[in-house]
Structures are given as structure tokens and as C-alpha cells.
């Protein structure tokens, strides 16, 4: 199965950065800063990740995230936020993020995100065994 990953983050420099860094992984990678391309590949499940920043079209994480989890439960969503508070993270848990990571500065950053992208991956793929 082909690893599809999608970077919704309005910040044009970090998508770039995790695009190069997800593509040389091996990982097929489509980025956009526009809230409804993103819900149009999570309708159509051609993708299993989501990489999300923190605000888009005046829309905030809080709001999105239980938006693409209805469109596809089996979504594993990563916000990658330069800063939340610990309420906002109980409560984006609690709708169903994967993982939360700071915006990559460094390569302890980077390595960060992707082992959570690489476990958001393997948890897809062992969801798929138990349901055969």
C-alpha cells in the first residue's frame, strides 16, 4: 500500500521542508494551505496522514480536526503547532489527534516528526490486519 501523506499548513517554508523530507523518505507527499483541497483528498481517502498546522482560513485546529475525522475515521491527523496549551492539546486529543509535534527548527525536531508520521503509518497498517 502506497503511504500517502498530506501537509495542510499555511506556512509555505515548513511545508516545503517536511515535503522534501517526507518525499526523500519514500512517503508520496501532496501539500496545500487550503482547507477544502485537504478535505477533498480526506473525503476521497486518498490519504492516511495529515500533517496540520495550527490555523487556516481564519479556522483554527479545534475546529478542523473533528471535521476530517467524521469525513474518515481512520485518519491519523499530527498537528504540528509552534506553540498550544495544554488545554487545547487535551482537548484536540480527546477529537482524535494522533500525535502533537512543535514546528520543526532542528534535526531532534525533524527526527521527531518522522517517527510519528512513521508510527501513524505502521498504526494504519495494523488497523487494516485486524480488520481482515
Not at 7 to 34: P, W
Not at 60 to 82: E, F, G, H
Request: charged share 25%; aromatic share 6%; hydrophobic share 40%.
Amino acid at each position: 500500500m502506497q503511504e500517502n501523506l498530506l501537509i495542510l499548513d499555511e506556512d509555505k517554508e515548513c511545508r516545503k521542508q517536511m515535503a522534501q523530507m517526507f518525499t526523500r523518505a519514500g512517503y508520496h507527499v501532496k501539500t496545500t494551505n487550503s482547507v477544502t483541497s485537504a478535505m477533498c483528498d480526506v473525503l476521497k481517502k486518498t490519504v492516511q496522514v495529515v500533517l496540520l498546522g495550527g490555523t487556516f482560513d481564519d479556522l483554527s485546529a479545534v475546529d478542523l480536526v473533528p471535521v476530517l475525522k467524521l469525513c474518515n475515521n481512520k485518519l491519523r491527523i499530527i498537528l504540528v503547532a509552534a506553540e498550544s496549551s495544554l488545554p487545547l492539546i487535551r482537548k484536540l486529543r480527546k477529537e482524535g489527534i494522533f500525535y502533537h509535534a512543535l514546528k520543526p527548527h532542528n534535526s531532534e525536531d525533524r527526527a521527531e516528526i518522522r517517527q510519528a508520521v512513521a508510527c501513524a503509518f505502521r498504526d494504519m497498517d495494523q488497523m487494516q490486519v485486524a480488520y481482515k
